[in-house]
C-alpha cells in the first residue's frame, strides 16, 4: 500500500475536516507553500523560538522545517492548521456546504479558472470528501501553476528594465530642461538690471531738466513711461515662460517619481523572499476580509494579485470586463464587493462606465489604476486606501 493510500486509510470514516498531520505528507510543501505566505512562516517561527543559523538562508530553512513539522501531531503542526483555517475562513465556510467529491473538485475549478488558488486549495484539501485521485489532481494542478507564476515574473522582470529606463531618460529630460530655465532665469535678471540703470539714468535726466521747458518735460516723461511699460512687457513675458517651465518640470518629476515606485513595487512582487520586507505584505493596508472586485486586466497577473490581496486581509474576485462573462453579471459581482478596482489600460469603455454607474448607485467606492501591471495595482490602491482603511475611502 503506498504512502497516500495509508494516510487516507488511517482518517476513514472520522467526520470533519482533515487537520495538517492527517493528510498526506507528500502534499504538505505544496500547501505549506502555497496558501501561508513566509511573513506568516516568519511570525509562526519566532513564535515557536526557531533559530536559523545561516542567515542567508532563512525562509527556506523555516519552510523545509515547517514542512517536517506539518506531517507529526505535535504544537507546530497545530498552529499551522490554525493558521491555515483563520487565513482561509471565508473560503473553507464555502466548501463546509459541499457535501460530495464532485462539488469540491467543480469548486476548485472554478476557483482554477478564476485564479483564486491559496484558499480553495486549503479548503479542498482538509474537506472529508478529499480522496486520493482527487488530491492528485489538486496537487497536479497547483505543481503547474507555479511553472506559469515563474514564467509570468519573468515577463515583469522585463517590464522592471524597460520602466528603468524610462526612469534614466526622464532624469536626463529634467536635468536639461532645468538647466535651460536656469540660464533663462540668469539673463533676465541681467536684463532686468540694465533696464533699471537706465530707468535711473532717466530719471536723473529728468531731475536735471526739472527747470526746462513744458515740452522738454512732457517727452522726458513720456520717454520713462515707454520703458517702465517695456520693463512690464518684459517681466510678464519672462514670468509667464518661468511658470510654464516649473509646470513641465513638476510633470515630468512626477512621472519619474510613479516610475521609481513601480520600479519598486515590481521588484518586492517578484520574488517571495523580498516580500515581507518591501512593505507589501507586512506594511500594505488593513482590509479585515474585505472583497476587492477586480474588473478587466490580464488573467495571468490574477494569482499574483490574489496572493497580495491576501496579505492584506482581503479576497480579490475578478470579471473580464465582457469578453468572455457577460457585462450583465457585473452588477451582481459589485453587489458582492466592497471595492472595485480596473486598469485603465486594459479594460473596455462600456465595463468602466457601468462599473462606475454601479458604484455610485450601491455607495461603492471605485479605484482606477495606471495600468494592467502588478505594480500599478499595488501602488494604485496603497495610494488611494487612507491611513484608517477602507471605510475612509470617499465614493
Known amino acids: 500500500m503506498c504512502d497516500a493510500c495509508q494516510a487516507f486509510e488511517a482518517v476513514a470514516g472520522k467526520p470533519g475536516r482533515r487537520r495538517l498531520w492527517e493528510i498526506y505528507s507528500g502534499w504538505h510543501c505544496a500547501i ?15 513564535k515557536l523560538g526557531y533559530r536559523v543559523e545561516d ?7 523555516l519552510h523545509m522545517r515547517f514542512v517536517q513539522d506539518a506531517g507529526k501531531d505535535g504544537r507546530s ?5 490554525k493558521l491555515l483555517d483563520k487565513r482561509h475562513e471565508t473560503t473553507i465556510r464555502k466548501f463546509r456546504s459541499f457535501k460530495t467529491r464532485d462539488e469540491v473538485l467543480e469548486a476548485w475549478n472554478e476557483a482554477l479558472a478564476e485564479g483564486d488558488i491559496p484558499g480553495p486549495f486549503w479548503a479542498a484539501m482538509s474537506h472529508p470528501c478529499l480522496d486520493r485521485d482527487l488530491g492528485v489532481l489538486l496537487y497536479g494542478d497547483v505543481h503547474m501553476l507555479s511553472h506559469l507564476v515563474g514564467s509570468t515574473n519573468r515577463a515583469e522582470l522585463a517590464r522592471v528594465q524597460a520602466i528603468e529606463t524610462m526612469s534614466r531618460q ?20 541681467v536684463d532686468i538690471a540694465a533696464l533699471m540703470d537706465e530707468v535711473t539714468t532717466l530719471r536723473g535726466q529728468l531731475a536735471a531738466k526739472h527747470y526746462q521747458s513744458p515740452d522738454a518735460c512732457a517727452a522726458t516723461v513720456s520717454q520713462l513711461g515707454a520703458k517702465d511699460d517695456l520693463i512690464s512687457a518684459e517681466n510678464r513675458e519672462l514670468r509667464t515662460s518661468l511658470e510654464s ?11 519619474l517619481n510613479e516610475a521609481r515606485q513601480e520600479v519598486r513595487s515590481i521588484e518586492a512582487a517578484l520574488t517571495e ?3 515581507a520586507d518591501s512593505g507589501i505584505g507586512a506594511h500594505g493596508p488593513d482590509l479585515d476580509g474585505r472583497r476587492i472586485l477586480y474588473v478587466g486586466g490580464r488573467h495571468a497577473h490574477l494569482p499574483t494579485l490574489r496572493r497580495i490581496a491576501a496579505q ?13 462573462r457577460s457585462i450583465d453579471a457585473l452588477a451582481a459581482a459589485v453587489a458582492k464587493a466592497d471595492v472595485v478596482v480596473f486598469p485603465i489600460d486594459c479594460v473596455s469603455h462600456s465595463a468602466t462606465s457601468k ?29 488611494a486606501m487612507p491611513p484608517q482603511g477602507l471605510d475612509a475611502l470617499s465614493f
Open 32 to 46: 505549506v507553500g502555497t496558501c501561508l505566505s513566509l511573513a506568516d512562516l516568519r511570525r509562526l517561527a519566532v
Open 55 to 61: 542567515p542567508d538562508r532563512t525562509d527556506l530553512k
Open 77 to 81: 503542526s497545530k498552529l499551522l492548521t
Open 170 to 189: 526622464l532624469e536626463a529630460r529634467i536635468e536639461r530642461d532645468a538647466a535651460r530655465h536656469r540660464e533663462k532665469l540668469a539673463q533676465r535678471d
Open 245 to 255: 517651465a516649473n509646470a513641465e518640470v513638476a510633470r515630468l518629476t512626477s512621472q
Open 273 to 275: 523572499e523580498t516580500e
Open 312 to 324: 492584506w486581509g482581503a479576497e480579490l474576485d475578478h470579471h473580464d470586463g465582457g469578453l468572455e
Open 355 to 383: 462599473a462606475k454607474t454601479l458604484c455610485r448607485q450601491t455607495m461603492k467606492p471605485f479605484i482606477p489604476v495606471r495600468s494592467s501591471g502588478i505594480a500599478s495595482f499595488v501602488v494604485g490602491l496603497k495610494t
